[in-house]
């Protein structure tokens, strides 16, 4: 019997690779239908490897999933940067590969960055996400976020609302 290791740990530059493929097909299955293609395809190009191996080396915190030796999920996070927000850390971006979402492991993510901004201080937590990704908004609210804030922002000429929920 083979046993498979799963972990969350901090990302590594040879994690680069893994992580564009998680954002890809991440990308591609929360915002077909919501950005418009071809922007949608510049980003995901944009977000290649040499981009995610700039970024674990850039000092903000990167964790990541990994389910036998392939990181299949992410989540960045660090000090809130928007001041008028009463919070003191944010999560970026949390990111799984599609196959993994829906068994848990995006709750395991989300507590292991709590609990790490939690040891830094950072006691309430800001998360924004496009209103009309309908799953994101619903994992969320599950894991006890409260509606703050709601914006507009523009992508590709087209106006998105956003949604940020705040965790004590």
């Not at 915002?31 to 977000?47: K, N």
């Not at 970024?55 to 809130?80: N, Q, W």
Request: charged share 25%.
């Amino acid at each position: 019997m083979t046993a498979i290791t799963i972990q969350i740990r901090r990302a590594r530059s040879e994690d680069a690779a893994d992580l564009a493929a998680v954002f890809d097909a991440a990308w591609r299955e929360a915002y077909q239908g919501i950005l418009p293609a071809i922007p949608l395809e510049r980003m995901i190009v944009r977000r290649g490897p040499r981009w995610w191996l700039t970024t674990i080396g850039r000092g903000r915190p990167l964790v990541v999933l990994e389910v036998g030796d392939k990181a299949v999920g992410y989540v960045s996070y660090g000090r809130c940067r928007d001041r008028s927000l009463p919070a003191d850390g944010e999560m970026d971006e949390l990111y799984l590969a599609p196959e993994y979402q829906g068994l848990g492991f995006g709750g395991r993510l989300f507590k292991a960055v709590r609990n790490d901004l939690d040891d830094r201080g950072a006691k309430r937590v800001a998360v924004w996400c496009l209103a009309q990704n309908e799953r994101a908004c619903g994992f969320y609210r599950h894991m006890g976020g409260r509606l703050i804030a709601e914006t507009t922002e523009r992508f590709a000429g087209i106006a998105l609302s956003k949604s940020c929920y705040l965790f004590r």
